[in-house]
């Protein structure tokens, strides 16, 4: 794969940028901001149609998402819910002249506040938002619904949100099973659904409670569950049966659709982070970044960066340190902010809330740094070959 082109993704603070280069080639080319430089939460697209789709908003803008039919040259907006800037627009027609508000009626009024994450699969586009919902659309993003399915779920009154908010903030899709999908949501925990989202089942039961010791923290497991805070999640290659998630307090691995999870944490030199990764075809590769507790700063322990690798499912871990900062490290690495492509070795690339993108060609083994200077970056997603 060295000779094909790589796109990177970027949601920021303020907007989305696409950065694109040649695998393993030096010279990076940033674009953007774009999506009107408002928070852009989760940028995606599809190398098939050279679609791209950004989510993203706020209390100020409202909720929205963004389409691009030309491999990011022009974007179209289509916004979901209202915002402050709304109310200060029906008060005074100057500013709604000057900021483009309509006053047009908006699909779900102010039933959340932003876009946090997307996924494109079996022709849908899937949307989670803060507060947590489930949307679709079936036409590319032009128009949204509402899965009730997730929204009426029974647990639904006793969620509990997270420091960034109830959010829902991963979206899986079964990879030949339309009907199958899972989600991820702070701090309500995974729930999955078999018959396309009509119901869901909340899956956070640990498999080897015993083996879990008690702590005080409350996003910490107990009561024979994992951590409810679940941070990010991934299916890995295969059959679609096996998951792994980095949560508040661990990293994890289930085996059967999420109906089970075990702790995989020893050897890593903390339980908390944000992002996981699996390689493209051997579910038992996985990555993570260890930040070192969120009453103690949420960097690199010893600030120092380490992205830790497992090669046999978390039973052993490997720090690899090449060509990343090994003093004075202070960065996060957010949830939704490590990627990676299908190359043979496998590429891997985490973006950094101080604005840098770092990339590893050799499946993690040595980085180099391709981007920096950015906002605060929150997402990053590949797409290959344009």
């Not at 030949?176 to 989600?183: C, F, L």
């Not at 507790?293 to 690899?320: E, I, M, N, T």
Request: with cysteine.
């Amino acid at each position: 794969m060295p000779e094909e082109a790589v796109t990177i993704l970027l949601g920021t603070t303020k907007g989305a940028f696409v950065l694109r280069g040649m695998r393993e080639g030096a010279d990076w080319a940033v674009s953007g901001p774009f999506c009107d430089g408002w928070p852009v939460n989760h940028v995606i697209g599809d190398a098939a149609s050279g679609v791209f789709w950004a989510g993203g908003g706020g209390d100020w803008y409202g909720a929205a998402v963004w389409r691009s039919g030309d491999g990011g040259e022009t974007w179209q907006k289509t916004r979901l819910t209202r915002g402050t800037i709304d109310d200060w627009a029906e008060s005074d027609a100057g500013f709604a002249e000057m900021f483009g508000v309509t006053g047009d009626p908006l699909p779900f009024d102010d039933q959340f506040a932003q876009v946090w994450s997307l996924c494109h699969a079996h022709g849908a586009l899937y949307a989670g938002t803060k507060s947590a919902t489930l949307l679709v659309s079936h036409d590319g993003g032009g128009t949204w619904a509402r899965v009730d399915g997730l929204t009426d779920h029974p647990s639904a009154a006793d969620w509990t949100p997270g420091a960034a908010g109830l959010t829902l903030h991963t979206i899986l899709s079964h990879p030949t099973d339309p009907q199958r999908m899972w989600v991820g949501i702070s701090a309500a925990g995974v729930f999955a659904t078999e018959d396309g989202g009509q119901s869901w089942e909340r899956r956070n039961r640990l498999s080897n409670a015993a083996a879990c010791q008690p702590h005080d923290h409350p996003a910490a497991p107990r009561d024979g569950e994992t951590g409810h805070c679940v941070h990010n999640m991934m299916l890995a290659p295969g059959d679609g049966t096996t998951l792994y998630q980095q949560n508040h307090h661990g990293v994890w691995r289930s085996g059967d659709g999420g109906r089970s999870w075990e702790d995989i944490n020893d050897g890593l030199p903390s339980t908390f982070g944000f992002p996981i990764r699996v390689h493209p075809r051997d579910p038992d590769t996985i990555w993570t970044l260890p930040l070192n507790g969120d009453d103690s700063g949420r960097f690199p322990p010893g600030a120092a960066a380490a992205v830790w690798r497992s090669r046999d499912g978390g039973k052993s871990w490997q720090d690899h340190r090449a060509g990343l900062p090994q003093s004075g490290c202070f960065f996060t690495v957010l949830r939704q902010a490590m990627a990676g492509d299908s190359g043979d070795p496998a590429g891997v690339y985490f973006g950094t809330n101080s604005g840098s993108v770092f990339a590893s060609f050799d499946e993690g083994e040595t980085w180099s740094e391709v981007a920096r200077h950015l906002p605060t970056i929150l997402s990053v997603e590949l797409v290959e070959g344009i």
